[in-house]
């Protein structure tokens, strides 16, 4: 049962333009959803965040948008620089007392110059 | 270190063998996750540790893996027999409480286990 899923598994764009990562998630019951950004040999570095009472929250060149309807939500890089090339992880935090995070197989960003 | 510390960083080991990885979270961090990515695949949960409450173990695939964490310090994970499914890297990562609040969980670089 995959929870959170990010059907793109890889995603090329040029620098100076926009990223955009998706995300789809089915349970209901996430109240926080997260971005995780990893290089490789390295451990994910925390990226953003959205509560589920939100439908954007932005910092910097990052934005996530929430859909909660459609259980969706994108992260938007602007403008993509070379060095946001990575693999980025979309995760969901169960509510309530179990603070479980579960995420997606991630999407390899390449940012070209 | 002021990071989350890990190790060994690399272990190479035989099928059936006993292996355990260690996990230093930061300081003060109450909260502690072992997840592990097996090639290809993304990042899947294996226990999570809060303070003094009683682990959640849900994640854990099969009666082989064990993890113990004494008070809010270090973590061992430790996979009984292994095969070579258990290949992985297995990450550890800590947070504050109120970083559980948030989501924002700080990982260690990993211990990449292959199991021939």
């Known amino acids: 049962d995959q929870q959170v899923k990010q059907n793109s598994p890889s995603l090329s764009v040029q620098e100076g333009r926009i990223s955009i990562l998706n995300c789809d998630y089915t349970?209901?019951?996430?109240?926080?959803f997260l971005w995780y950004k990893k290089y490789p040999a390295e451990g994910p570095t925390f990226l953003i965040s959205i509560s589920s009472i939100k439908d954007k929250n932005e910092d910097g060149r990052f934005t996530v948008f929430l859909n909660k309807s459609a259980k969706h939500l994108s992260l938007h890089i602007v403008p993509s620089q070379p060095g946001d090339s990575a693999v980025y992880f979309c995760g969901g935090r169960s509510g309530g007392s179990n603070y479980k995070l579960t995420f997606g197989k991630g999407t390899l960003l390449t940012v070209n110059p | 270190g002021a990071g989350v510390s890990q190790s060994p960083s690399n272990k190479v080991t035989e099928k059936g063998k006993d292996v355990e990885l260690r996990c230093d979270p930061i300081?003060?961090?109450?909260?502690l996750y072992w997840y592990r990515q097996r090639l290809g695949q993304g990042l899947e949960f294996l226990i999570y540790f809060q303070g003094n409450s009683a682990p959640d173990k849900s994640g854990l695939p099969s009666d082989r893996f064990s993890a113990e964490r004494t008070g809010e310090s270090v973590s061992t994970l430790t996979i009984q027999r292994t095969q070579q499914e258990d290949s992985a890297v297995y990450l550890c990562?800590?947070?504050?409480?109120?970083?559980?609040?948030?989501?924002?969980?700080?990982f260690g670089e990993g211990s990449r286990l292959t199991v021939l």
């Open positions: 990562a800590s947070s504050f409480v109120s970083g559980v609040n948030t989501g924002e969980l700080f």
């Open positions: 300081s003060g961090h109450t909260a």
């Open positions: 349970n209901s019951m996430f109240d926080y």
